[in-house]
């Protein structure tokens, strides 16, 4: 069964730092990679994805996040932390292999909020 | 396009009384799904649809029913409230791109259940 952990339920950097949220996987096959971002009292919104080809993948905001195989990991990144960034983040999963229909199911981790001190 | 809506915004039951979640899209997507959230714990998948009339469970389907009549909506129903499924509820749909399922949340469905 794929599972996804998420290292740091909360992480709080400095405006202008580096952030880096961490993401690992577990799955007998590599699955696709999602990252999404949920402001305060709002649904949520795909920051970026991983499905193939170039294991460096950018999405909006200026979010980057590498697929490592060997190790499991879909680490999201961002340069420079902007007041803005403050929300909670959430990685999740989803199967290669379409049981049923099933390859649209998501499983996510279980979060890491992000806040950015000025 | 108005994109997912759900309906209620808020919503306070007491124990024992039964609601439904309502949830539609205008984009034509042929897969739509149930998540509920919950401090510490994620999002987690309560029912799904690849289709009008196709339902199946997900992790956590117990207390809730749904069904798919039409492509575009797909309510959650709640039969005998429970303390438990006090929680943030979601809905998502989702047209297969290229390669896999981009989903699209709503803004979701505040429950409480005294």
């Known amino acids: 069964a794929q599972s996804v952990t998420q290292l740091g339920s909360h992480v709080s950097v400095s405006e202008g730092a580096l952030v880096l949220l961490r993401c690992n996987y577990s799955?007998?096959?590599?699955?696709?990679l999602f990252w999404y971002v949920q402001y305060p009292n709002q649904g949520l919104q795909l920051l970026l994805k991983?499905?193939?080809?170039?294991?460096l993948v950018k999405g909006i905001n200026g979010f980057e996040a590498e697929f490592k195989k060997s190790e499991t990991s879909f680490h999201l990144t961002k340069p420079s932390a902007h007041m803005s960034d403050a929300a909670e983040y959430f990685c999740?999963?989803?199967?290669?292999?379409?049981?049923?229909?099933?390859?649209?199911?998501?499983?996510f981790g279980k979060g890491t909020k992000l806040s950015v001190k000025p | 396009n108005a994109g997912v809506t759900q309906t209620p915004k808020f919503q306070v039951l007491k124990t024992g009384q039964s609601m439904t979640l309502q949830c539609a899209q205008d984009?034509?997507?042929?897969?739509m799904s149930w998540y509920r959230q919950d401090p510490g714990m994620g999002l987690r998948l309560i029912h799904y649809?690849?289709?009008?009339?196709?339902?199946d469970q997900g992790e956590v389907p117990n207390g809730y029913n749904v069904s798919r009549s039409t492509t575009e909506d797909f309510p959650l129903r709640l039969l005998s409230a429970a303390p438990s499924q006090t929680s943030v509820y979601f809905c998502?749909?989702?047209?297969?791109?290229?390669?896999?399922?981009?989903?699209?949340f709503g803004p979701g469905t505040r429950l409480t259940v005294t």
């Open positions: 991983y499905t193939t080809g170039a294991t």
């Open positions: 649809s690849v289709g009008a009339g196709i339902t």
């Open positions: 984009m034509n997507h042929e897969y």
């Open positions: 799955s007998s096959v590599p699955p696709y």
């Open positions: 998502a749909s989702s047209m297969r791109d290229r390669v896999t399922y981009e989903q699209y």
């Open positions: 999740a999963v989803s199967s290669r292999v379409n049981y049923g229909g099933s390859q649209g199911n998501l499983i």
